[in-house]
């Protein structure tokens, strides 16, 4: 995924401005990708009218390429490989597939503080105290999107990919954690536009971490960055 807008400086206060209860959402098997955009924009307007409280939708897809509302042609270089979706999110190419944690995020910034740049700074702060949790160290690349690890060796690599919308201050899209993905499908794109750089998940890292406790790390650690809702 990429985003809409930079990353910004640390706020004074992570979860200055909570917005009320939130839904969490957990699907089993695999949700077809046209189905969760059809579900998100339901959702989104729903919210922006008053008529639902806001959501974190955590799933899984099948294998599939997203482009974003920047992506290049020729960064899709096996096209054939999977099914392809326009996303409407911003950013480039992306992969979803089985052991992927995706994490839709629908939250009312009208209501907790309408700054997209501080929403951003969240996104990457609540996946960065999530994966302290298993004792992966999460970073920030001022010059590239997404969570990032250090591996044995030195040799930097993509754990996590952000990637937004915004409707009228209303989120939606998220961010998409790597447990243990088929690192191999990442090959048929250039993920993000960034060629230079590879791809890891917990897997790759050693770590035999299961998705119910992925799960249980980003609530706990949304609620520390965004404020408590209801689980």
Known sequence: MGLVGASASTPANVAAHPAGPVEWRIASGLV??????????????????????????????????????????????????????????????????????????????????????????????????????????????????????????????????IGVRVRRWVTYHGVAINLEPDLEHFAGIVPCGISAFGVTSFADLGLTTTMPELDAALITAFDEVFGAGTH
């Open 32 to 161: 077809p990708y046209p189905e969760a955009l059809a579900t998100m924009e339901e959702r989104v307007a729903a919210i922006r009218a008053g008529a639902a409280s806001e959501l974190v939708w955590l799933l899984e897809h099948p294998p599939l390429y997203t482009a974003g509302t920047s992506a290049r042609a020729q960064d899709l270089l096996a096209p054939q490989r999977f099914p392809v979706f326009e996303a409407g999110r911003g950013g480039q190419y992306t992969y979803h597939g089985p052991g992927q944690r995706v994490a839709y995020v629908m939250l009312d910034l009208q209501r907790r503080k309408p700054d997209l740049r501080r929403y951003i700074w969240q996104l990457e702060e609540w996946v960065i105290r999530a994966l302290d949790r298993f004792n992966i160290r999460g970073e920030r690349r001022a010059d590239r999107i997404g969570i990032w690890v250090v591996k044995p060796g030195g040799r930097e690599a993509k754990i996590a990919a």
